[in-house]
Nanobody, 115 residues
Framework: QVQLVESGGGLVQAGGSLRLSCEASGTIFSRNRMGWYRQAPGKQRELVAVISSGGTTNYADSAKGRFTISRDNAKNTVYLQMNSLKPEDTAVYYC?????????WGKGTLVTVSS
């Protein structure tokens, strides 16, 4: 069973930075497409960024130019570097692993951006 544990969330002022981490276990990490999603209060969960097993990245328009997703297969970890944070980035951020039709989710980490 795949387990994903996020860390790195917290409270930051607008314009600041945070780096989220997600450590995976129970899977051959390098095979998975990894992603970060977020869910703000009263809104649906939305894609932030994904990185394929080969390292190809895709970003939501809201994340382009500010966020960077990366992975370290040796550490079974995916990262999300978030810069120039805005109050509208406030959400619970979830890590996702996808492989061969199977999706796995972490429990999320809260990011709060104050104005």
């Amino acid at each position: 069973q795949v387990q994903l544990v996020e860390s790195g969330g917290g409270l930051v002022q607008a314009g600041g930075s945070l780096r989220l981490s997600c450590e995976a276990s129970g899977t051959i990490f390098s095979r998975n497409r990894m992603g970060w999603y977020r869910q703000a209060p009263g809104k649906q969960r939305e894609l932030v960024a994904v990185i394929s097993s080969g390292g190809t990245t895709n970003y939501a328009d809201s994340a382009k130019g500010r966020f960077t997703i990366s992975r370290d297969n040796a550490k079974n970890t995916v990262y999300l570097q978030m810069n120039s944070l805005k109050p509208e980035d406030t959400a619970v951020y979830y890590c996702n692993a996808y492989y061969s039709g199977m999706n796995s989710w972490g429990k999320g980490t809260l990011v709060t951006v104050s104005s």
